[in-house]
């Protein structure tokens, strides 16, 4: 009630409702929905520069290798298409690990490497599978198989990390994409809306502060997220920044072909030892034939120098990609810090939703709308606390990557013990230190729900990663 006799002023209040609902509702979803968006375009950018490296890495090796090993490489090459397929589809597989992808293909390289040595020695099925499961005792690429896999494992790992934790971001923010005002609260907005229009001859628009206020209290669930999503988003920006150095994509598969061609000099250099070995004697069955040497070594030194002299220029230019792209994504992150806690102040200044700040406009004669916090609908409440849920469990899964299995540093942003991630970038005016992980006899692996005191983790009920697990499952 506007308390107006106006004409128009009284209409079919369900209509009113209606109105503002859509409108309201709709700048929430419209919001949200940009930052989607946003992380959409990110997941896509980073899945699309993994792979295009993969695929980079595979041509900088096609050619040093037909330049090294011609003939040989050319009647072989499905077993390094191979390799670098199944980097490409098991990158992003939770499920898999780097080993899976790196030991199968150095036990086909052996039988192959071998039968080229060793022309004259059948090496069928059995035999193959026998020498495979004989690696590690005849070593024929020395330690490098090892070194392959210590080599991409913690790199590829890392990237993986941080576009599964961005999709699983993009999943949970769905949920809150079909959250619903209370009747309450639509009430007291239709109230706000209608009123300026009908207790002045000349209209005028809500006040900013009443505005603000009113949908403050509205979206008390909203705001409660903001702890764990700040907290969040400066693990997925601590992380990024590992991508740029410490998890280089460049210098990781850069690194790739040649060690493949490493470890095929392993085995010349060694192949007389391997064959000799007793294991290896009865394994096989005829007569070793005379060892045969893939090309001249003057020859092979050459062609790999003029190779990775070209993959050096293409690695540099690769890298300063790279760096640009984890820069952008850093700052975008940053950008999204405090979404919920001023979704409202955003909707309110959203298309003249209402005055501007020294205009004239209408305050409800200095009255509240809505008591702090209004109810909010049932059926949003589950998504609110799922999705608070995931935040945390995601921050507490980047924490143990990057610190390690016992990790037990993990506190929400804002109970003022936790570094800032400005603190991981350069130039951020506050001084760089390293995270002190806090003594403790018990380590603490809380994880915090989202709660209406969102910056004050003890106030909330603390779940152990295992109870979150379940929660999810």
């Avoid at 077993?79 to 899976?100: G, H, M």
């Avoid at 004989?134 to 024929?140: F, G, H, I, K, T």
């Avoid at 298309?351 to 949003?380: E, Q, Y």
Wanted: charge should be neutral; charged fraction near 25%.
């Amino acid at each position: 009630d506007c308390g107006s006799n106006r004409s128009g002023c009284c209409g079919n209040s369900s209509e009113w409702k209606a109105t503002t609902k859509r409108a309201y509702e709709g700048k929430i979803h419209e919001k949200a929905e940009k930052l989607r968006g946003s992380i959409k375009i990110s997941i896509e950018t980073f899945k699309n520069h993994l792979s295009s490296s993969i695929v980079r890495s595979h041509r900088h090796l096609d050619s040093l290798f037909s330049t090294t090993y011609g003939t040989f490489y050319e009647k072989h090459t499905k077993i390094f298409s191979d390799l670098f397929s199944d980097l490409r589809s098991e990158s992003l597989n939770e499920e898999s690990n780097i080993a899976d992808v790196v030991i199968p293909f150095y036990r086909r390289l052996f039988r192959v490497v071998f039968s080229l040595f060793n022309p004259m020695q059948f090496v069928g099925v059995e035999e193959a599978e026998c020498m495979g499961l004989a690696m590690d005792e005849l070593a024929p690429f020395g330690d490098i198989p090892k070194r392959s896999i210590v080599h991409l494992e913690r790199t590829l790992q890392g990237w993986r990390q941080l576009i599964l934790a961005l999709q699983t971001t993009h999943e949970s923010l769905d949920k809150l994409t079909n959250a619903t005002l209370s009747p309450t609260c639509i009430d007291a907005l239709t109230k706000m809306t209608v009123c300026p229009s009908c207790a002045e001859e000349t209209p005028m628009k809500p006040c900013r502060s009443t505005c603000e206020s009113t949908l403050s209290a509205c979206l008390s669930q909203w705001e409660s997220l903001d702890g764990q999503w700040n907290t969040l988003i400066g693990w997925l920006r601590r992380l990024s920044l590992r991508l740029k150095e410490a998890y280089s994509l460049s210098a990781t598969l850069d690194a790739l072909p040649a060690m493949i061609s490493e470890a095929i000099m392993a085995f010349q250099e060694r192949g007389e030892a391997v064959s000799n070995k007793d294991r290896m004697r009865r394994m096989l069955r005829g007569t070793r034939g005379k060892r045969s040497i893939i090309e001249k070594r003057s020859i092979i030194e050459e062609g790999r120098r003029l190779s990775l002299r070209q993959i050096t220029v293409e690695a540099e230019s690769h890298q300063r990609a790279t760096i640009r792209m984890v820069e952008q994504l850093f700052e975008k992150l940053g950008s999204m810090r405090g979404f919920f806690s001023t979704l409202h102040k955003d909707i309110c200044a959203m298309d003249k939703m209402s005055a501007d700040h020294g205009d004239k406009c209408w305050d409800n004669f200095g009255l509240p709308l809505l008591p702090s916090p209004s109810p909010s609908p049932p059926s949003s409440h589950h998504s609110f606390v799922h999705s608070g849920v995931r935040f945390g469990l995601l921050s507490f899964r980047i924490a143990t990557f990057i610190y390690g299995k016992n990790y037990t540093g993990y506190q929400l942003e804002g109970s003022g013990s936790v570094i800032d991630d400005e603190d991981y970038w350069e130039s951020s005016g506050d001084d760089i230190s390293i995270l002190q992980l806090p003594k403790a006899s018990q380590p603490d692996t809380r994880v915090y729900p989202p709660s209406a005191a969102s910056a004050a983790p003890a106030a909330s009920s603390p779940l152990s990663s295992l109870s979150l697990l379940v929660l999810l499952l």
